[in-house]
């Protein structure tokens, strides 16, 4: 499984961003898609993620600003983020996790700068 996200860039203070991300495999329904961000010298944190059901967890800092949702197409996930800060700012990768399996995609850079 291959997973391809997009949607990143350059963003000031109060703006949104969308960030996409669509699985190669769609032969059955990923149980969980999500996101991971990373700044220089820190852990990857989990911002979003969704499963089959679409429940959802956020990390605290972002509730109420990030809406993560799976998309119509089967293995699609979407994570709208409004109300963005500078501390938003970070490489964020999608995530699909399957069986015990962990996939991740490329990172796309978020800037949140004025």
């Known amino acids: 499984v291959q997973l391809q996200a997009s949607g990143g860039g350059l963003v000031q203070p109060g703006g949104s961003l969308r960030l996409s991300c669509a699985a190669s495999?769609?032969?059955?329904?990923?149980?969980?898609m999500g996101w991971y961000r990373q700044t220089p010298g820190k852990k990857r944190e989990l911002v979003a993620t969704?499963?089959?059901?679409?429940?959802?967890v956020y990390l605290e800092s972002v509730k109420g600003r990030f809406t993560i949702s799976r998309g119509n197409i089967i293995n699609t996930v979407y994570l709208q983020m409004n109300n963005l800060k500078p501390e938003d700012t970070a490489v964020y990768y999608c995530?699909?996790?399957?069986?015990?399996?962990?996939?991740w995609g490329q990172g796309t850079q978020v800037t949140v700068s004025s």
């Open positions: 995530y699909g996790s399957h069986s015990g399996n962990t996939t």
């Open positions: 495999e769609t032969t059955f329904s990923i149980n969980n």
């Open positions: 969704t499963t089959r059901s679409s429940s959802t």
